[in-house]
């Protein structure tokens, strides 16, 4: 695939991606949060998922920009599921509700950004 060079409509494109594939991320990791009381969090936590997810997943996708989509999805998914879940696990979560959300973290970022990155192969 040949990759035409960065412009600067094109990385606020790449961001406006990034940020919505990070808010349906959150959205849909909000009613997981949800079925159980033993996976509840404070409202804060979404927003700074948020706000650190979309950066994370904005300077990692520069790095992973020319990967097809397939591993483009398994790196981009992992990196901000791992970064997310160090991060929480410093913060004092529990290290069996950390590790299972880190499962559960990446299983969502790949649904939703799969078909993300599939759509937009050809533009970004």
Avoid at 11 to 36: C, E, T
Avoid at 45 to 51: A, E, L, P, S
Avoid at 96 to 120: A, E, K, M, N, Y
Wanted: a positive charge; proline letters at 4%; hydrophobic letters at 55%.
């Amino acid at each position: 695939m040949n990759q035409k060079p960065l412009t600067w409509k094109k990385v606020a494109l790449i961001f406006r991606l990034i940020l919505g594939i990070i808010l349906l991320f959150s959205l849909i990791d909000f009613f997981i949060h949800k079925l159980s009381n033993e996976y509840a969090v404070p409202d804060f936590y979404f927003r700074n998922k948020i706000i650190f997810g979309t950066l994370i997943g904005f300077l990692s996708y520069f790095f992973l920009r020319k990967q097809t989509v397939w591993p483009k999805t398994l790196l981009f998914s992992a990196i901000i599921s791992i970064s997310l879940q160090i991060r929480y696990y410093l913060e004092g979560y529990p290290k069996d509700f950390v590790f299972l959300f880190l499962g559960i973290h990446f299983v969502i970022l790949v649904v939703v950004s799969w078909p993300c990155f599939r759509f937009t192969k050809n533009y970004l």
